[in-house]
């Protein structure tokens, strides 16, 4: 998937991302192979525009990460500085703000908002976010702060593909 992913030819990548059974990528023992997998994904729904599916990709590293830190050995093979959990949840956050309006985006947001409310609050600006994005039909938005707010954020870094 690696090679193919390099040579940007993304039909390809989705027949090869069909030939894996998500569910045998669920065993024990296989967490990085998981994580690597579902990075790949990552671009793929976001070179194919389906945001929110990046989100749940997203959602799925960090799940995976997050279970993992119970066992010392492994998260130190598979996350030795916490930096890949911190910037998955952040990413599944981030995309699924910026993803398009309907009832599946407030339920994951909701889902977020109940269960990674720790995280939250680590992570005041997104959490600010999230919770106007639930409680007001229409928000007001000053561009300029919420562009400074977010360029730190690897979504929107200018070294990323489509940050503009």
């Known amino acids: 998937m690696k090679l193919v992913l390099q ?11 069909k030939k894996i059974n998500s569910k045998s990528i669920e065993e024990v ?22 945001i ?18 119970s066992d010392e050995v492994l998260i130190k093979a598979l996350d030795p500085n916490g930096e890949d959990r911190k910037s998955s949840f952040q990413n599944f ?3 699924l703000l910026i993803s398009t309006h309907d009832t599946e985006k407030i339920e994951l947001l ?11 609050d680590k992570e005041p600006t997104i959490s ?11 928000m007001p938005l000053d561009e300029k702060d919420i562009e400074k707010e977010l360029s730190g954020f690897e979504p ?3 070294s990323t593909q489509n940050s503009k």
């Open 7 to 17: 040579r940007q030819d993304y039909v390809r990548l989705q027949i090869l991302s």
């Open 29 to 50: 023992g296989l967490e990085a192979c998981k994580i690597t997998y579902f990075k790949f994904l990552v671009k793929y729904h976001i070179h194919e525009g389906k």
């Open 52 to 69: 929110i599916t990046a989100a749940k990709n997203y959602q799925t590293i960090y799940d995976s990460l997050n279970k993992a830190s």
């Open 93 to 95: 956050a981030l995309y």
């Open 110 to 120: 909701n889902k977020v908002e109940q269960n990674y409310a720790r995280e939250l």
């Open 128 to 138: 600010k976010l999230v919770r106007k994005l639930l409680t007001y039909e229409l």
């Open 156 to 158: 929107f870094r200018a």
